[in-house]
């Protein structure tokens, strides 16, 4: 009774087929897994074996061809030390200009003498200092005061036929002594800088004089008219060309370079010529502030420039 072979073993052999079954089916899940480990692997070494001779040919590239390889390393930095450099220089170039400058108590100016002419790009034949009106003069190209008349006889006798009327020499006279005054009194940082005639024009009278200067915009910075209707009197007007220009690097300020030391002078002439004890002094005072940053184009878009280089 207790032997197998006489017993009915039907759920046994039932077991024992279930138990395969499982255990087949195990032993495929295993071997998945095991194949797709594998893959894994060999997937993983390929790449390193790719990424190794790529490396290596690019690495063999850059040894061969080493100036174009130092150049892509360190552009970036030449491109940064250049933006530096540029960013200095104009710091540099603006330092001087009153604007970028820390003023807590800035001290007076006094206004100096007329500077001589600085024949600007657009013409470098020759300027002239300053132009007047009226003076004798019918070719439109201007009278230049080189000679000194001691009286009215003497001027007239020169320019008989260019005065249209006696009022009109008188006044000539008047204004000609005066712009003598004013070029032989001539002053720059306290020493005597007499201005040359030649360097001087005279005009009959203010159209003419305006007709020659917008036909030469650079010849002359400045121009007086001048008004003496009668003895004793003696009236003035700069005329100022206020388009600003450098001057070895350096921009100009027409009103302060020009038109306050012309009109300066003029006072003091005509007050030497009415013999009136009067000492004239303009100065300027820049106004109190603090200094302003100099914000360069350089500054500003450097960043979109190496974003572009990167």
């Known amino acids: 009774a207790v032997d197998p072979y006489y017993r009915d073993n039907r759920a046994s052999m039932a077991d024992m087929i279930d138990i395969t079954k499982v255990s087949d089916g195990s032993t495929t899940n295993n071997a998945k897994a095991m194949n797709e480990r594998e ?14 001779a790529l490396s290596r040919k690019n690495f063999v590239l850059a040894y061969r061809n080493r100036t174009a390889t130092f150049l892509r390393i360190f552009s970036s930095f030449f491109f940064i030390l250049l933006i530096f450099l540029v960013n200095e220089a104009l710091k540099g170039r603006f330092a001087v200009d009153p604007y970028y400058r820390d003023y807590p108590d800035p001290s007076r100016q006094v206004i100096d003498g007329i ?3 600085v024949a600007q790009a657009t013409n470098n034949n020759e300027c002239f200092t300053f132009a007047y009106a009226p003076a004798p003069d019918y070719s439109g190209t201007g009278y230049h005061p080189t000679r000194d008349y001691t009286s009215l006889a003497d001027f007239e006798a020169d320019f008989a036929g260019v005065c249209p009327s006696t009022a009109d020499c008188e006044e000539m006279f008047r204004v ?7 070029a032989k009194s001539n002053a ?44 004793g009197t003696m009236n003035f007007v700069v005329q100022a060309n206020s388009t600003s220009f450098t001057i070895r690097g350096v921009w100009n300020r027409p009103y302060i370079d020009y038109v306050l030391p012309m009109q300066a002078q003029a006072h003091r002439a005509i007050a030497s010529f009415f013999k009136v004890a009067n000492e004239v002094e303009i100065a300027t005072q820049t106004f109190a502030h603090p200094a302003f940053e100099v914000s360069s184009f350089e500054g500003a878009v450097a960043p979109l420039f190496l974003l572009g280089c990167e």
């Open 39 to 52: 893959s894994i692997c060999d997937i993983s070494v390929l790449l390193w074996r790719q990424v190794v």
């Open 115 to 117: 500077s001589d002419c």
């Open 176 to 182: 000609h002594q005066v712009v003598g005054i004013i």
């Open 188 to 231: 720059l940082h306290g020493s005597p800088k007499p201005i040359d005639p030649r360097k001087i024009a005279g005009f009959r009278n203010q159209s003419v004089m305006d007709d020659y200067m917008y036909n030469h915009p650079t010849k002359t910075v400045g121009a007086y008219v001048f008004s003496s209707p009668a003895e």
